[in-house]
């Protein structure tokens, strides 16, 4: 049973549900983020927070997943004023719907004075609400930029125990751990992480506080990250207690903290849930082999399309 | 006879358990003309103070509502979403009805959106929610298709045949069961019967099952020669099939049908009553 909390199922197929409730992924978690193109209006910015809130929501459970997401306005986008203050505008509106876990991902991308500004005012919403919240770090100058916007969540006065460090990296996990931080790692290929690496953090480190995800999105990346990394891990010898953790329990503890998200949701779904939004079983998939891909490989080598 | 805004009222207060003092004096300063943020605090906050179970109610509480609003039912009513409907019938707004609905429907979650849509029955100014009542029927969420296509009186009561007959057709194209639908029977139509008989077509031809309920809207209008041909194309299916077009036919004024029912096993059952649309399964 895994989690992988930060996928942007917004740009994948249904291949990739099958796939990903195949190899045992539970629940995801959709971080509100730039979708590859720049929003030029406020209006399309709020139809796309609709759209996690609603109806991929609506989508992942007829999968038999379970979805939550977390609202935010990115690093990128906040670089366009006149957008970022009407996003502001509406971003508390969305913070209390059904699933939000999080404010994110927010943080910064050039570190420029206008994302600094917006990383500021969404950190107060997300103190004010008392949601957690998760930080994207920069793919450039990422060390200062990762340190930076720890220095300013701490001015900020949240409690680091509330906030994910996302797509971290062997130089950064070190003070992200040490000052308290969740620490997510993105198997990402190419640019991010790889799980060869990721095992090889784990055996250095051990479980705590430490999360794995896929940060999957529509540019080249794996909707199975979490599931793949999980079992190159155990074939490692990483120990099972510490897979667990850090690809299923420590993002439930985290983004659990939002009241959003519990495990019951998929081990004993409310029946009004499971009549209207969530077309999935209850049936515990823990402790059975996962089976990754067969799902998708089944439907590519099927010829016939009824 | 008590008004339909007060029977929501009394079922919201009766559920709403340690947080009753909240929800009056929100719903007093909602009436007192508080600002709208007022009332996105409350939608935002009603699941998770009032929770999110089955509305369950009782057999007076069901009478009630259906005395207030002939058709309107609170069989799919969830708690939380009874606390919503009710803020918004009760809030003052500056902005006419519609426009606030709008502004809620564009940034609702799944649970919201169905929550408004069954509030349909109950809002001022039904005449000015079409637009936003077409955004609904439109969904891709079928459960937010059927907050107003179930067991809700407003379609019945508001829509044109256009819109009902699509309604119908759309609710066959998701999967969704017939029955619940409110006045199914009273706005049977031709229009209707000849665009169901089209689409039994299409589902023949590509091979797929025809759902048994379909047969319910074209029964009055099988008057000639071809729409009976159809009804005992299903009757030879065999099945919840047959039992369809057998309950089709004993509604058609046709003499022939009378003829086609007569020879048939469910005749005897459609007489005495054991066999009925409600009792007949789904596909
Ligand atoms: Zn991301």
Known sequence: MYIDPHAHMISRTTDDYEAMAAAGIVAVIEPAFWIGQPRTYVGTYVDYLSSIVGWERFRAGQFGIRHYCTVGLNSKEANNEELAEGVMEWLPRFALKEGVVAIGEIGYDEQTALEDRYFR????????????????????????????????????????????????????VAETLQRGFWAGFSIYPSTKMGNR????????????????????????????GVPKTARLALESGVPEQTVRRVCYANALEVYGKSGQMREEDWLAPPEIDQRTLYAGNSILRGGREPIIGTEAQKRRDDLIIE | MQPAQQVLHDIVLSRSGDHIGWVEKTLAALRAGAPERELHVFLGLAPRRLGKADLNASHEERLAADAARPGWSLEDWSVDGAARVLALLVFQGARPFAETFKDLRRTADAAELIALYRGLPLYPEPETLHFEVGEGLRS????????????????????????WNHMILKALFVDSRLAPIVGLDERANPELARILREYAHERWSAGRKVSPELWRCVGPFAVDDPALADLERALKEGGAAARAAALALSASPHPAARELLRQRPEAEDIASGRLDWQSLEAA
């Open chain 1, 121 to 172: 005012a969404q950190l107060e919403l997300a103190k004010e609400l008392e949601l957690p919240v998760m930080v994207h770090t920069p793919h450039r100058d990422k060390k200062r930029g990762t340190t930076r916007s720890m220095d300013v969540i701490e001015e900020i006065g949240l409690d680091p125990s509330m906030v994910v460090i996302d797509h971290n990296n062997e130089e950064t």
């Open chain 1, 197 to 224: 690496r990721m095992v090889e953090l784990l055996k250095q480190y051990g479980g705590e506080r430490i999360i794995v995800d896929s940060a999957c999105d529509w540019g080249i990346s794996d909707s199975l």
């Open chain 2, 140 to 163: 891709n969420l079928k459960p937010v298709f059927e907050a107003i296509a179930h067991r809700n009186p407003f379609p019945r009561d508001h829509f044109d045949e256009h819109r």
